[in-house]
């Protein structure tokens, strides 16, 4: 994702070509956990007759109307009106344009645009698209659209936006059924290991420990960080290093009864939840009608030599 970001501003620098990316995952993924990741490789300077910003990431919060887009935008650009004092739209959208090449926005990556879906009509929704269409058409920047699965409900809804958006990715979830995906996330227990710094008394990746994270997080990025710093905070504060017992504790604290802790159930009274299908969205015939169709998972159990079997299927 890195080098794509880092592609899409190589394209419009030296061919001067606008292309877009919509970037899509369920929650915890590690969507936002990328783009802040870049912004702390891309950081704004302050140049002495300007504030260059070469890349901009902004987080929607709830928007109702493309004019209320526009004034939250501008003021994440460093607007010194706050997007106020402008008599009409036109005003403040050729005001945003502006200031978009005054700053220097090589990237623009927008998070959490499914909200702009969310209880939204029809009509909403498609007005928001041509804005975004328009955006892009109009300051030629390459924008990075982020969200959950049903983001491209979106995009799809505007055929000339959709026709934009050259690149499409959706970050897969970490699985646990077969050994190629049981090794992704073993990786990952690896790298994040490592990272902590933890003590080698314990291997986080080592078979059955790695299964009852899994067991204890679904193999969500989000919920394993947090896992990990949570056991390194508590570790810290009691000056013991991180083992099962600890993990067992943090997941007490989190409201877990020891019948339910993976760190304290015999390996085969476990059941591991692995996503398989990604959540989605229901629009029904008003906007207060949606909803979310929540992701799909399959429950894995795990025999005494440590392999998994199905037990229930999507549910």
């Known amino acids: 994702m890195l ?5 899409l501003r190589d394209k419009k620098r030296q061919y001067n070509v606008a292309s877009c990316l919509l970037l899509t995952g369920e929650s915890g993924s ?21 504030k260059h910003i070469p890349v901009l ?17 501008l003021i994440a650009v460093g607007d010194p009106q706050q997007g106020q004092n402008a008599r009409n739209y036109s005003t403040l959208y050729d005001r945003l344009l502006v200031l978009l090449k005054v700053t220097g926005v090589e990237l623009l990556i927008l998070d959490e645009v499914q909200v702009i879906i969310e209880r939204r009509s029809a009509k909403v929704v498609t007005g928001i698209a041509d804005l975004f269409k328009d955006l892009i058409k109009d300051t030629q920047i390459p924008i990075v659209f982020m969200g959950m699965p049903w983001s491209s409900h979106l995009v799809d809804s505007n055929q000339q936006l959709k026709g934009r958006i050259s690149y499409r990715f959706s970050i ?18 690896m790298m994040l290991s490592n990272a902590y710094e933890f003590d080698k008394k314990i291997a986080l990746e080592e078979t059955s420990i790695s299964l009852r994270i899994f067991c204890a997080t679904s193999g969500n990025l989000r919920a394993t960080a ?12 009691k000056n013991i290093s991180v083992d099962l017992n600890l993990l067992s504790e943090v997941m007490e604290l989190y409201g877990v009864p020891p019948e339910e802790n993976p760190f304290l159930l015999d390996l085969e ?37 440590n392999r998994v079997f199905l037990l229930t299927s999507a549910a």
């Open 30 to 50: 590690g969507k936002s956990a990328i783009a802040k990741h870049y912004l702390e490789k891309n950081p704004i300077v302050e140049e002495k007759d300007r």
């Open 226 to 237: 947090n896992l990990f710093r949570d056991a390194l905070i508590m570790s810290e504060m």
């Open 3 to 7: 080098e794509l970001f880092d592609l």
């Open 269 to 305: 009274k476990l059941e591991l939840r692995e996503l398989v299908t990604h959540s989605s969205w229901n629009f029904g015939s008003k906007a207060n009608k949606n909803s979310i169709i929540e992701a799909g998972y399959v429950v894995y159990g795990i025999t005494k030599d």
């Open 57 to 73: 990431h902004y987080e929607l919060r709830t928007i109702s109307t493309p004019q209320e887009f526009i004034r939250s935008l």
């Open 172 to 189: 897969p979830p970490y699985r646990i059924s077969s050994k190629p995906f049981r090794d992704d996330y073993r990786r990952l227990l």
